[in-house]
């Protein structure tokens, strides 16, 4: 059974600061996801990586996929009130579709 | 380009019911995942399908609980004689193929 764990599972920091969310595990996943999740809403993709060692940038946000497959971690510079959500980390096994979702960061903003 | 539908958004049954969830996935995917997110919980895998066949069940209770995806229509998740331990939020996934999936609102679902 692969197993995500994320951390912070809780973060409150004020707007401007910057933040890192991580996301472990000692399973290889051949990708993963990450997504945010607003209350009532369903989750809401942010990024695909597939790659070890892969960074990726949107905006304010930088994604990276560690070189061995089993981590990740996403960096939000300058966060703003918007930014609050909760941030979910899912991967995929290679030959198996289902995602496996990790335990979430609720994510606070103070404006 | 449409994303992914649910309906009904909300759903109350009482104990014993039927419960029927809808997913219309997005305009050319034809994979379709279903998750479920019990309060104070994170999503747990359910079912996946392709048209007509289901691919992956390993999530679904073995009892009550059954999903179809026809050639035509949406994809179904049905849960006969509700109990209240089946309230949750319901969430459908639909991608083209290998890897990223783009999610529904959600069917929150109370069994009274």
């Known amino acids: 059974t692969q197993l995500l764990e994320q951390s912070p599972q809780f973060l409150s920091i004020q707007e401007g600061e910057n933040l890192t969310v991580y996301c472990n595990s000692s399973s290889v996943f051949s990708s993963l996801q990450w997504y945010r999740q607003e209350p009532g809403e369903g989750p809401v993709l942010l990024v695909t990586?597939?790659?070890?060692?892969e960074v990726k940038k949107l905006k304010r946000l930088t994604f990276q996929f560690g070189d061995a497959r089993k981590d990740s971690s996403l960096h939000i510079t300058a966060a703003q009130p918007g930014d609050t959500g909760l941030y979910l980390c899912?991967?995929?096994?290679?030959?198996?579709?289902?995602?496996?979702f990790g335990t979430g960061t609720r994510l606070t903003i103070i404006p | 380009n449409a994303g992914v539908m649910q309906n009904p958004r909300h759903l109350v049954r009482r104990r014993g019911q039927e419960a029927r969830l809808r997913c219309s996935p997005m305009k050319g995917h034809s994979h379709v995942y279903w998750y479920r997110q019990l309060p104070e919980e994170g999503l747990k895998f359910m079912v996946y399908l392709q048209k007509e066949n289901i691919i992956d069940e390993s999530g679904m209770p073995k009892e009550r609980f059954s999903a179809e995806f026809p050639k035509e229509g949406p994809s179904i998740l049905r849960i006969q004689q509700v109990v209240r331990g089946d309230s949750a939020a319901y969430f459908c996934a639909s991608s083209p193929g290998l890897e990223t999936q783009y999610f529904g609102p959600g069917t929150r679902l109370l069994v009274l």
């Open positions: 990586v597939v790659t070890g060692g």
């Open positions: 899912a991967g995929a096994v290679f030959g198996n579709e289902k995602l496996t």
